[in-house]
């Protein structure tokens, strides 16, 4: 039993690097205070070559919702994705 919600995993993609960062920032907007239109990406955060840090917009308060962290691997015309997935410390520090 864990006592901290957290989850670790690791997605492989024969796809390169590139295509990865390009189908990624598709997905995933640069992170505002304020958001009135609810004409959107489905997430928020930052990304680079190295791994991203991102979290789901939602229209309500959740204070369980994880924050996504991830770094890429590149291997032999493969990228490996190596997540994590937690939730925030100010959160869990009410747990």
Known sequence: MKIFPE????IL????????????NAKVEPTKIFRLSR????YEGKI???GFLISRIIHHRNSFLPI?????EVQ???TLIH???KIDPFVMSFL
Do not use: C
């Open 7 to 10: 989850d670790t995993f690791t």
């Open 39 to 42: 004409k959107h990406a489905p």
């Open 68 to 72: 996504i962290q991830g770094r890429f």
């Open 76 to 78: 032999n015309q493969q």
């Open 48 to 50: 680079s070559e190295q």
């Open 13 to 24: 993609t024969s796809d390169p690097l590139p295509i990865v960062l390009q189908r990624l």
């Open 83 to 85: 997540v994590k997935m």
